[in-house]
């Protein structure tokens, strides 16, 4: 399809199309006769792997990679570091943690808002990052031997208010980095289309976790050796060289500054929405009447918006449903998180005869279903173009169901080990106990081998590659143009309230409903893991008819498109400049397979 001569005057208004960005100093590398300056203009500044963005891409990956690996190290020693360093008993360390995992989740969505109202995505990053840096910093203070160079000793008392001002730092950092880095990443490609931000996508989760791979390890170390102040020590150097990276490139990121009535427009068109629609006169005439509540605040039926501006509005209230999907996944997730282990530890880990052969790490697993998303996920960022040429409509949402049935044969396969597992036990000898070599602590553990755990690790890895790279994505391209940090945010935040509070309803429930002999305990040997993998498989079952109901007739935003032809988004510019076209879009509807548009004609 062809741009009019109109759409095309529209295309220059659209944030890092326009025009006059070809023309513009891409941070001192290159100029434009036009602008009075002496140097060689690169005309191909729009073309994917022009040098510029390469680097802009791969200094902020970099940077996602060595910020995951400090915030997750230290999350996952964090339990540890308060029993043994702190000394807190009674299970206060795992509340206290627990109390920080329910508000975390809700932190994102304000930092997204920040960034996109008042402070830019890039400022926000800065800030996420240098307070993460401070509180991963007090926490390796915290545990530095003052007591050997000093007569005096730091209390305990003391101790604890260190670490709680560290951590409550490193998670407002979090609040303020988390929903603005993908997002910032996605703007220095978007102009190549969305085949690119969906490439995007995918390297960007493959850093994340890649961070998350190479913490676990570090993690086990501090926990094994003992050494937190080493451990911190570490995770603050490659933060620290993370921060530097990003830093090192400031003036050639492509960044929309922020617009201050972005989300006041959005409160403003609910309201105004609402009002018209109940002091309007009732219209007759369908082609006069709104389509829907929030239609009365179009220009068009009397309201004070654009068109477009009332459509992101509506478009983006859409997404919430599709949002639910992945919550619902987290509910599950965050018990494969929790009880996978807890069944591996209950497990035959020797190589060889028990007791005196080697054994696995408790850290394998973990670092294993890592190593799935990492071979994967390139993986499938090159194989989904392909089966688009061969007909087949590749979507977001339809990816993520792919994602939520590898889900359901992971926890499948945990129910029929778990079964077996406890059948094993119930022989003569098919029991021993089993000493955690980091806590102390002794299991009762079946003699059956903790390989048969292979394939529901495995499932989970490929279902992780699937649903979060997926999410991130339909979470960027759907949310409206200015908020695409709220977007984000809300994404982080449905996840979160499905890993945590979702999670424990859920527990309550299926205890209350098997009071005789409750499915869901902390001695799973106790309990009946079996049954409940099975309730898990039933609420991903309904998951994905959910997700089928919603997706059926859901309509793509294709926010560029749409701006070329109805007037595109004026008075926000770059301030660095980017791609000079809009590319071939990657996804229409879910519900039509016809080949999706192309807009031609834009300014080269």
């Not at 995951?68 to 008993?89: D, K, P, T």
């Not at 840096?133 to 530095?144: E, I, K, Q, R, S």
């Not at 509506?314 to 599709?322: D, F, I, N, S, Y």
Request: charged letters at 20%; hydrophobic letters at 45%; aromatic letters at 12%.
């Amino acid at each position: 399809m062809s741009v009019k001569p109109q759409e095309l005057k529209a295309l220059e208004n659209i944030p890092l199309v326009g025009s006059q960005f070809l023309t513009a100093d891409h941070g001192g590398t290159g100029s434009s006769p036009e602008n009075g300056r002496k140097g060689d203009y690169d005309d191909r500044a729009h073309e994917p792997d022009h040098p510029l963005h390469r680097r802009a891409i791969t200094h902020i990956l970099f940077f996602e990679t060595f910020i995951s690996i400090a915030f997750l190290g230290v999350r996952e020693a964090i339990v540890l570091y308060c029993i043994n360093v702190l000394f807190y008993v009674d299970g206060g360390a795992p509340k206290m943690i627990d109390v920080y995992a329910a508000v975390v989740p809700c932190l994102p969505v304000f930092g997204g808002i920040l960034a996109d109202v008042l402070a830019g995505s890039f400022r926000m990053i800065k800030i996420g990052a240098f307070t993460t840096l401070a509180g991963v910093l007090l926490l390796t203070l915290d545990v530095v031997p003052f007591e050997n160079w000093y007569a005096r000793t730091i209390s305990i008392q003391a101790k604890r208010g260190v670490f709680l001002v560290g951590f409550t730092a490193m998670f407002l950092g979090y609040g303020c980095y988390g929903a603005n880095v993908g997002p910032f990443a996605a703007r220095q490609v978007e102009q190549a289309g969305e085949k690119a931000v969906r490439t995007l996508f995918h390297w960007f989760y493959w850093s994340t976790t890649f961070g998350l791979a190479v913490s676990l390890p570090i993690a086990d170390y501090v926990e094994r050796a003992f050494n937190f102040g080493v451990g911190f020590g570490v995770l603050s150097a490659l933060l620290i060289i993370g921060i530097i990276v990003l830093m090192s490139l400031r003036h050639d990121y492509v960044e929309i500054p922020p617009q201050r009535d972005a989300l006041t427009n959005v409160v403003r068109i609910i309201f105004q929405s609402l009002k018209n629609r109940f002091s309007s006169k009732e219209v007759t005439d369908d082609k006069q009447k709104p389509k829907g509540t929030l239609d009365h605040s179009k220009q068009e039926f009397g309201g004070s918006f654009s068109r477009l501006k009332v459509d992101e509005v509506k478009h983006l209230l859409k997404t919430l449903p599709a949002f639910h999907t992945v919550t619902i996944y987290a509910v599950v997730y965050f018990f494969i998180i929790e009880t996978y282990l807890e069944q591996y530890k209950r497990l035959n880990p020797y190589f060889g005869e028990i007791g005196n052969s080697g054994m696995m790490p408790n850290v394998f697993y973990p670092v294993y279903g890592s190593v799935v998303v990492l071979v994967l996920t390139p993986v499938l960022c090159y194989t989904y173009p392909w089966l688009q040429r061969k007909g087949f409509k590749i979507t977001p949402l339809r990816r993520i169901g792919v994602g939520i049935f590898f889900s359901v044969l992971s926890v499948v396969s945990a129910s029929l080990v778990e079964f077996r597992r406890k059948d094993v036990m119930s022989l003569d000898g098919g029991t021993f106990n089993l000493t955690d070599t980091v806590t102390g602590d002794v299991y009762r553990a079946s003699t059956l081998h903790c390989g048969s755990q292979l394939p529901q690790f495995t499932f989970s890895g490929v279902a992780e590659a699937f649903i979060r790279v997926a999410g991130l994505e339909f979470a960027y391209l759907e949310g409206p143009d200015n908020l695409k940090g709220l977007s984000t945010g809300l994404y982080i935040l449905m996840s979160g309230v499905g890993s945590y509070i979702l999670a424990r309803i859920l527990v309550l429930i299926v205890n209350a409903l098997s009071t005789a002999s409750p499915w869901y305990v902390s001695e799973i040997n106790d309990g009946h893991m079996e049954y409940f993998y099975l309730i898990l498989a039933g609420v991903l079952l309904f998951d994905m008819l959910y997700l089928y109901l919603i997706s059926r007739n859901y309509d793509y935003a294709h926010w560029r498109e749409r701006a070329a032809q109805e007037g595109g988004y004026p008075g926000n510019e770059a301030v660095t400049p980017g791609y000079s076209r809009v590319a071939e879009t990657s996804s229409g509807s879910d519900a039509d397979a016809s080949p999706t548009r192309n807009i031609e004609g834009a300014p080269k």
